[in-house]
C-alpha cells in the first residue's frame, strides 16, 4: 500500500466531479464494485486522478478530476458505470449529491522528509 497523498494534477484548468454519498449498512458488493470502477474511470480518456474520503458514520467524498467535460460524458455514459450507478441507488446510497466544477487555479504543499 502506497502512503495517502492527494492526486497528482497537471495546472488547471480541468474538472473536478464531487460526489457526496451517506452509504446504507453493509458492503453489499460495494467494495469489489468501487475497485473495478477505479480501474475503468482511470483507463478512460480525460481521467487525470482521483481523492476520496470516508467517514465511520458512513459520509463519503469522491472528487474524480477530469481534462474535460467531454471526458465526464463519456464516463458518464459509459455502461458498467450507468449499471453501477443504477445498482448504488437501490442498494448502497441512502442518499448522494453530485457537483461539476472548472478548477480554475490549484495550489498544493508537501512537507519536506527531513522535517
Known amino acids: 500500500m502506497t502512503d495517502p497523498a492527494p492526486a497528482s494534477l497537471p495546472e488547471p484548468p480541468y474538472y473536478a466531479v464531487v460526489f457526496t454519498a451517506v452509504r446504507t449498512a453493509g458492503d453489499n458488493g460495494y467494495a469489489e464494485t468501487d475497485e473495478r470502477l477505479l480501474k475503468l474511470a482511470a483507463d478512460q480518456p480525460g481521467f487525470l486522478g482521483i481523492d476520496s474520503a ?25 455502461a458498467e458505470h450507468a449499471l ?15 457537483h ?12 519536506p522528509a527531513d522535517a
Open 54 to 78: 470516508r467517514r465511520a458514520d458512513g459520509l463519503g467524498i469522491t472528487v474524480s478530476y477530469w481534462r474535460d467535460e467531454d471526458s465526464i460524458a463519456a464516463w458518464r455514459d459509459h
Open 84 to 98: 453501477a450507478r443504477a445498482h448504488g441507488r437501490e442498494h448502497w446510497y441512502a442518499s448522494f449529491s453530485l
Open 100 to 111: 461539476v466544477a472548472k478548477v480554475e487555479r490549484a495550489y498544493a504543499f508537501t512537507r
